[in-house]
């Protein structure tokens, strides 16, 4: 669930980059260290699965800190597409107390780095969490197979 909202966020980010470049300008550094860590979290939770440590706690704490954080940063993306909105038909002495997209992404950058560097704790303290310890069958990653059989169904 975690990785889908990581993907997800991922792909706003781009979006906004493409679409909206005007609505981060200035904040390009924060996006791109937020993109980062994003790619961090993705290949964390890829080998946390992969490698079926959801079951050590510390490892689903981290998870779930990840979970929090992306939806922080999602309901903050949204802040500042739904404030760029409002800037266009608001006054321009409205638009002084408004938070520019610079604070509110540097709010969320600071979020996302500090749990940047708990995934990186766990990738390099090998005593926490034993990712090289743990192997795989190459079976144990298929996906399951069913045996396909045809559906019969009697009409009367």
Do not use: C, W
Not at 3 to 14: E, K, M, T
Not at 98 to 112: G, M
């Amino acid at each position: 669930m975690a990785d889908l909202a990581v993907n997800f966020l991922l792909q706003n980010l781009q979006r906004l980059q493409i679409y909206r470049p005007h609505l981060i300008h200035g904040a390009e550094n924060h996006l791109e260290m937020l993109e980062n860590n994003l790619h961090l979290f993705q290949a964390f939770l890829k080998d946390s699965t992969k490698k079926r440590l959801t079951e050590d706690e510390s490892v689903r704490d981290v998870i779930r800190q990840i979970n929090d954080v992306v939806y922080e940063a999602e309901d903050i993306i949204d802040v500042i597409v739904s404030q760029a909105a409002e800037r266009k038909t608001k006054k321009y002495f409205l638009r002084a107390f408004q938070t520019p997209a610079e604070k509110l992404l540097l709010a969320i950058v600071k979020s996302v780095e500090s749990l940047g560097l708990k995934v990186r704790d766990i990738y390099g303290d090998r005593s926490t969490i034993d990712f090289d310890g743990v192997h795989i069958n190459d079976d144990e990653l298929a996906p399951p197979r069913f045996n396909s059989f045809p559906l019969l169904i009697d009409f009367p």
